[in-house]
């Protein structure tokens, strides 16, 4: 149990490290618009498995992308105008999703299960057709909502919450 909460640690230490390197901001990106946002979910599609099986896998990855789409959405609706078909296009690409099982207990015996939920990919901003900028991320997300992953159905609530996280993560990330 102590060993995992350490590896937890020096995970998200490694983490917080690389979100420093990759971080660096200036003043044009704060000041950064875009056409659009598309999620691309190609490379969860391209591995072919998943945590509910071959079967599942390829409703689990559509999910994933229709719920980051409504999560971008929300989170950079400020810096989106599809009127401007001059801005580029930022693209959220989804490598993998990872859930946490809960099977190392409650928060502190107060019944609350806590898991650490994992997604990894990276911002692409694409203006003609050219990549101009990529911020890779692995974003650890402590979910208190913790529901059981035994029925595919109850993954909604942790991947919202998941990509809620991811999408704000990656904005402050890229400086926008």
Sequence with gaps: MKAMRSVRFVLAALVALLLVAFGATDEAAAQQRFSRVVVDVSPMRAKGAGPFGLGQYGLFVDRTQEVMTREAAKVFAGVIDPRDRNAPVLVIRIDSVQFGDGSGGDDENRGVMRVTDY????????????????????????NVAGSSLMFADNAGPRLQG????????LKRQMGI
């Design 119 to 142: 997604m990894q990919g990276a911002g692409v901003v694409v203006a003609n057709g050219k990549v101009v900028k990529q911020v890779p991320m692995l974003g650890a997300y402590d």
């Design 162 to 169: 998941l990509c809620a996280f991811y999408a704000g993560w």
